[in-house]
């Protein structure tokens, strides 16, 4: 039997590791071993509800506050200890979060190799999105198993160096999750809202975000709402206190802009796909909207998915209050131009074709030893 350790702490990894643990646990042959790190609590245990995964393990790390060292060092020393005990034959992270980074360190002190989910994307700066694209770059330096999304992710972790025989190129497990989502029909309020009227779907955490830049673009959007007078805002606030406080202040009270709790991940893709466009600072929601054919504005300067660009779908709009309103307005008006018809007459999504996990448990099957 191969010992598989899949180890996570945080809501986009749970969305985008639970397509895979299923799979995997399909596999005869292979035990699968789920670790949370409990980096985030609610938000990561109500994903993996929705995919009907019991975790084998939680940390529980989370504490108020938090920073960056706290959680660094409680993932480093409490994933050490369970890889200690458990022994793997290899351990698998997500993406680009301090549990990824500090759980792919732990397995190289303890010799265990190290699977990478959603290898090589990069935005070409160590401080956007902060600390994330330092994260992704070290656990590309450890990782035994890169298993990238797009070919662009496999051609940066070839500029790096990484050996071509660590390489798979798989597509995003983003897809497969989407593809979970949409499988079942669902239905609440919320998207009664947005089947019915014109809606956007928001969401904004990033953390090089928080301060200034965040009241900005917030305020950006309060302008759009208020100068278009059909359009309607839903936005599930992060828990994080820098976010709640700052979007209750700027955007609370409006009657045309829902704040919410965080939602359900199965609500939120089928939001996505009943909303007239996105704006989002964040990572997966910008796959997740593609793969749902819808626009995305973005409040970052950069990205690291530029196939989402390429093909169309994406814009960069930064976190200036008047970029943001203006944008919200033209893509409110917007025909959506030819882009986004030839996509959807190809049926081709740059993020892959949702059987991501498949491959990446057939890869696993024939390469762990
Ligand atoms: C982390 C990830 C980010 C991901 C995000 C998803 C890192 C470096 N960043 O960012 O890539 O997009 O998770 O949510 O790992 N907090 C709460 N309640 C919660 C969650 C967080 O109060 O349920 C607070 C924490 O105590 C902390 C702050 O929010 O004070 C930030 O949390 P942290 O885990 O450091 O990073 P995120 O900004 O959430
Ligand atoms: N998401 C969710 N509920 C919400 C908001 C987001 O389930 O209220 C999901 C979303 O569909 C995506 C993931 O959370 O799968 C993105 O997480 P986040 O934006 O926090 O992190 P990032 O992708 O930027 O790292």
Not at 18 to 42: A, N, Y
Not at 342 to 353: A, W
């Amino acid at each position: 039997m191969k010992k598989i350790m899949i180890v996570f702490g945080t809501r986009p990894e749970a969305v985008k590791m639970s397509p895979l643990i299923l799979e995997l646990k399909e596999r005869r042959g292979i035990e699968v071993f789920v670790c949370l790190s409990g980096q985030h609590t609610d938000m990561t245990r109500s994903v993996l509800k929705e995919f009907g995964i019991d975790a084998d393990i939680d940390l529980c790390i989370m504490k108020n506050g938090q920073t960056l060292f706290d959680i660094t060092e409680a993932v480093l020393k409490s994933v050490g200890e369970v890889l200690k005990k458990n022994s793997p034959n290899v351990v698998l992270v997500h993406g680009d979060t301090t549990t990824a980074f500090a759980t792919a360190l732990s397995a190289y002190y303890c010799n265990i190799p190290v699977g990478h989910v959603e290898a090589g994307l990069r935005s070409g700066n160590i401080y956007e999105p902060f600390p994330e694209e330092f994260n992704r770059k070290a656990i590309s330096l450890i990782a035994k198993y890169n298993f990238a999304p797009t070919i662009n992710a496999i051609q940066m972790l070839k500029a790096e160096g990484v050996r071509d025989e660590s390489l798979f190129l798989v597509g995003n497990t983003v897809v497969d999750a989407v593809k979970y989502s949409m499988n079942a029909k669902f239905t609440s309020p919320l998207l009664d809202l947005a089947s019915n009227k014109a809606c956007v779907f928001l969401t904004a955490h990033r953390r090089e975000n928080l301060g200034a830049a965040m009241r900005e673009m917030l305020m950006g959007v309060r302008e759009a709402v208020d100068e278009i007078s059909d359009l309607y805002v839903i936005y599930p606030v992060h828990p994080n206190p820098l976010v709640r406080s700052v979007a209750y202040e700027i955007l609370g009270g409006h009657s045309r802009i829902i704040l919410t709790e965080p939602l359900g991940v199965r609500e939120t893709h089928n939001l996505i796909a009943k909303s007239r466009f996105i704006v989002t600072d964040s990572g997966g929601i910008q796959e997740e909207a593609v793969s749902l054919n819808k626009r995305v504005l973005v409040m970052r300067r950069v990205t690291e998915r530029p196939e989402g660009i390429e093909a169309g779908f994406i814009k960069l709009v930064g976190t200036d209050r008047e970029a943001v309103c203006l944008e919200i307005c033209k893509a409110y008006s917007a025909d959506f131009g030819s882009s986004q018809e030839v996509i959807l007459n190809q049926k081709y999504n740059p993020f892959g074709d949702g059987n991501a996990s498949k491959k990446i448990a057939d890869v696993l099957e024939q390469k762990i030893v």
